[in-house]
């Protein structure tokens, strides 16, 4: 090394040494952002830069942009999306060099220390294990959600928190020089979806988990030994778009000198950006990379990205596919979308024809309530129904004048969240509910009971009867999760329906020998419900198209939660299907809608769901709605429906892909 470059090095280390006061800076990594599996984090990034942390966040786990942080947060990882294939050995190496990770709830790595194995239900009290500095001074506290997962402690590990069967919740431990927290809690995640800022007796144990956590090696000097010569980073190294779209790529050049490097790519645009981090000391450097596609052309293009560092030059590859299929003959184009005072029919349906949409599918009942004027639900919660209105016709009626189509649907077995509170302890003490293998109480009709498959079917045969529906749809046709329903009503059928009683029971049905009957009893319980309606829906209005909103993962979904839509869809109940293929990650997404459309005959009609504001995430770019759809039609579906409507957002997404829909 020369002296110019052991000189920069000095000012750079002392340059941060001199701030070794100041907070940690924390990266929070983006599993939404990354295309991944996992809450959004922008709540927990709000609150912990309100109590004064230095937080950023990032989509790449490659070591440069990892190496920009003290602590790097990942928080409900389940699947860390569009990163390069060495991720899990990027973090090792960053821990091992002096680095700090923070991992929460579902996690899967650095195993050394502690990793999730186990969810626990319905279990909040927390005990603090005393003498451990991690949680020094703290006191028990109830977890803010209700579910949490066990560790299993590794040859590092040190436990931080046990629950109340005395099983690890959070643990600690060194790996090299660095240091790793992991825990089961849902830290900022209330309601196991999106995340919060954390508060109380949460906040206090996430800043002393960051206390504890802080480095005892500094940013620079981690980076100077990495950066024995310089090194270039492409992310992601491999990008999808629709054809005629634009691929954005991150360029970061690290270089043991603070001269500035020249980034060149032929066919691309090349733009130097200032990121938060180290970029400010001279050793890392950001640039934009823009390269662009042809319009209505599926093809793939390798772009080598050069980097000249002093006398050195650098080379990486990005590969762009671009992804075009024409669009299916009649595709439907929709939305779904709920009743709420913000989105009235007169004003949604001139709109959705505005965006270049054709249908509207509208939540409209669901358990006891309707969203419209039910003769037949008891809980009325229509916004037009003190004047004497009817949200359905009004929908109906501003549908059809701005030339859209509306299936209303219904959200049928749930019954938690769409009923009275009179309502629902009425249907408690009837012994109508699910219960769990426990015998706990689920608030879903138990769908064993003839009186409860008739509550199913009377929203629906009203709405088919009274309205001028083009389709009708079913929505929420399933068990809750693998833990309904075991009551008495449910065993009793299942023995008759198999012809021999159960030994042990829920033992012998949830993991034991009759597992299998089991799995089969509950897709037969949905199946026939479904079956039964879509008769009797037909009867009453041949015209209406029948369809259902399904869970994506084929076949995985009959045996979690009955639902054995593909059968539906042979046996002629359904008119469509609608998987809903929530995700943020292109590849799944493409990965499940080629399985959906091997599962079903070449002709039946799949409308793709795509989550454009869904608990998996939000779509922020119409580049990556369009490569959505661009990736449903090259998988044979006739058309799409987003999820769900929401005025500003659902325009700023569809508005400038109204042209290249068609």
Not at 38 to 61: H, I, M, N, Q
Not at 559 to 565: K, L, M, P, R, T
Not at 595 to 601: E, N
Request: with cysteine.
């Amino acid at each position: 090394m020369n002296r110019t470059r052991i000189m920069c090095l000095v000012v750079a280390i002392t340059t941060v040494t001199c701030a070794s006061a100041a907070p940690p800076r924390i990266g929070v990594f983006d599993v939404k952002a990354a295309g991944g599996q996992g809450a959004d984090v922008r709540g927990l990034v709000g609150g912990l830069v309100k109590e004064g942390y230095a937080v950023d966040t990032f989509r790449s786990l490659q070591p440069l942009d990892l190496l920009r942080f003290d602590i790097v947060y990942l928080s409900d990882v389940h699947n860390p999306g569009n990163v390069n294939n060495g991720w899990r050995r990027n973090i090792e190496a960053y821990v091992a060099s002096g680095g700090s990770v923070l991992q929460t709830w579902h996690h899967h790595i650095l195993g050394q220390v502690s990793r999730g194995v186990e969810r626990v239900y319905g279990s909040r009290r927390m005990h603090i294990v005393p003498g451990q500095p991690a949680v020094a001074g703290l006191d028990d506290f109830d977890a803010v959600f209700e579910d949490h997962i066990v560790e299993k402690v590794g040859p590092a590990g040190t436990v931080l928190i046990r629950n109340d069967a005395g099983q690890p919740v959070a643990v600690a431990g060194r790996i090299g020089k660095g240091k790793v927290i992991s825990t089961g809690l849902a830290l900022a995640i209330p309601n196991g979806r999106t995340t919060r800022p954390p508060r109380a007796a949460e906040l206090r144990l996430l800043k002393s988990f960051i206390e504890w956590l802080k480095p005892e090696v500094s940013a620079t000097e981690r980076l100077a030994a990495a950066l024995t010569r310089p090194r270039l980073e492409i992310s992601p190294s491999r990008v999808q778009v629709a054809a005629g779209f634009p691929a954005v790529l991150t360029v970061r050049v690290g270089a043991p000198s603070t001269a500035s490097p020249v980034v060149t790519c032929a066919g691309a645009s090349v733009t130097a950006e200032k990121s938060a981090g180290l970029d400010e000391v001279g050793m890392l450097h950001t640039f934009r990379l823009e390269a662009p596609t042809a319009a209505r052309k599926a093809q793939t293009r390798e772009f080598r990205v050069h980097a000249q560092v002093g006398d050195e030059l650098l080379e990486g590859l990005a590969r762009v596919e671009s992804v075009h299929a024409p669009p299916p003959e009649d595709e439907r184009r929709g939305v779904w979308l709920h009743v709420g005072e913000d989105r009235h029919p007169k004003d949604v349906m001139p709109e959705l024809k505005r965006l270049g949409l054709d249908m509207a599918v509208l939540r409209i009942a669901g358990g006891t309530a309707a969203f419209y004027a039910s003769q037949v639900q008891p809980d009325v919660r229509d916004p037009l129904a003190p004047e004497g209105g009817d949200w359905l016709a009004e929908a109906v009626k501003h549908a059809h004048a701005s030339g859209i189509e509306i299936h209303p649907y219904v959200n049928n077995c749930i019954v938690e969240g769409r009923a009275s509170k009179e309502s629902l302890e009425r249907l408690r003490a009837a012994g109508r509910l699910q219960e769990d293998p426990d015998g706990r109480p689920i608030d879903w009709f138990c769908p064993s009971q003839e009186i409860n498959i008739a509550a199913i079917e009377r929203p629906m045969l009203e709405i088919v009867s009274r309205y001028d529906v083009d389709g009708m749809q079913y929505d929420f046709i399933r068990y809750p999760n693998s833990q309904g329903c075991f009551c008495a009503k449910c065993r009793a059928r299942f023995e008759q329906e198999t012809g021999k009683p159960v030994a042990d029971w829920p033992k012998d049905v949830v993991d034991g020998e009759r597992r299998r009957q089991w799995i089969e009893f509950r897709c037969e319980r949905i199946s026939a419900i479904v079956k039964r309606v879509s008769t009797r829906i037909r009867e009453a209005n041949p015209k209406a198209r029948i369809s259902a909103a399904v869970f994506a993962g084929w076949p995985g979904c009959r045996e979690s939660v009955g639902q054995d839509w593909a059968r539906w869809c042979r046996e002629g109940w359904l008119d469509a299907v609608c998987p809903m293929n929530y995700t943020l990650d292109s590849d799944a997404f493409a990965a499940k809608a080629a399985a959906h459309r091997a599962a079903l005959p070449p002709d039946f009609p799949i409308l793709q769901g795509i989550g454009i504001s869904a608990g998996q995430g939000t779509m922020e770019d119409p580049g990556h709605l369009a490569l959505h759809i661009a990736l449903a039609r090259r998988a044979g579906a006739a058309g799409f429906i987003g999820f769900c409507y929401r005025p500003k957002q659902t325009t700023t997404l569809f508005l400038p892909l109204r042209d290249w829909l068609r």
